[in-house]
């Protein structure tokens, strides 16, 4: 069974406010990615990671960074949420290209 | 451009009654074909990969098959508990990355 967490699960703010979504998985993958994903919308990639130390900005280009210090560890950050970055945002996690284990997603909501 | 189109957008369908959803694929290169299901409000779910034309793959009512240009994941018998949306997902030969379908949002009634 996949064991990758996403907190929070919702997030209300305000323009302008300092957020971070945690994402965290206990099965030991070097590869993580963010995704985020709109109403009916395909899934965006907008950050991912191949190891400690190693982040990529994907394809969807976002104000979002990320880090990865720890291998079980990869928060996303927005220093400055807008309207614009409301939208369902998935971290997911695998060992073989393809085989994703998902989180249940931070859904984020900018006044 | 290397892109993924699913059909149909939405299916309803009657308790047992047996259908296919389609994932068509124009890439340059195909490495890999997965197949993903989302339940309202969470993250997709890995179903099954396909690598070669001809391969197939089953699970329990569902059964995803590969051509040269497309995918289908035949649903047998459905039950209400499949209700779901289901996601194709291509990797391109000489890269890492997926491109996702927008995907088709299935309803089974009872």
């Known amino acids: 069974e996949a064991d990758i967490y996403q907190t929070p699960r919702y997030l209300v703010i305000g323009t302008g406010k300092k957020i971070t979504l945690e994402c965290s998985q206990t099965?030991?993958?070097?590869?993580m990615y963010w995704y985020q994903q709109d109403p009916g919308m395909e899934l965006h990639l907008i950050h991912y990671?191949?190891?400690?130390?190693?982040?990529e900005k994907g394809d969807l280009s976002s104000e979002s960074t990320v880090s990865r210090i720890r291998t079980e560890h990869f928060p996303l950050t927005l220093e400055s949420a807008r309207p614009s970055h409301t939208s369902q945002y998935l971290c997911?996690?695998?060992?073989?290209?393809?085989?994703?284990?998902f989180g249940e997603g931070s859904r984020l909501t900018v006044l | 451009e290397d892109q993924v189109t699913q059909s149909p957008e939405a299916l309803r369908l009657q308790e047992g009654e047996s259908s296919s959803l389609n994932c068509s694929y124009t890439?340059?290169?195909?490495?890999?074909l997965f197949w993903y299901r989302q339940d309202p409000g969470k993250g997709p779910e890995f179903l099954f990969t396909l690598y070669s034309a001809g391969e197939e793959k089953e699970k329990e009512r569902l059964k995803a098959t590969l051509t040269k240009k497309e995918s289908f994941l035949h649903i047998t018998a459905p039950k209400p508990e499949d209700s779901a949306t289901y996601l194709c997902?291509?990797?391109?030969?000489?890269?890492?990355?997926?491109?996702f379908g927008t995907g088709t949002r299935l309803q089974v009634f009872p």
């Open positions: 997902a291509v990797q391109v030969y000489n890269t890492d990355k997926l491109i």
């Open positions: 890439v340059s290169g195909l490495r890999g």
């Open positions: 990671s191949y190891g400690v130390n190693s982040t």
């Open positions: 099965m030991g993958h070097d590869k």
């Open positions: 997911a996690s695998s060992e073989f290209t393809g085989e994703l284990f």
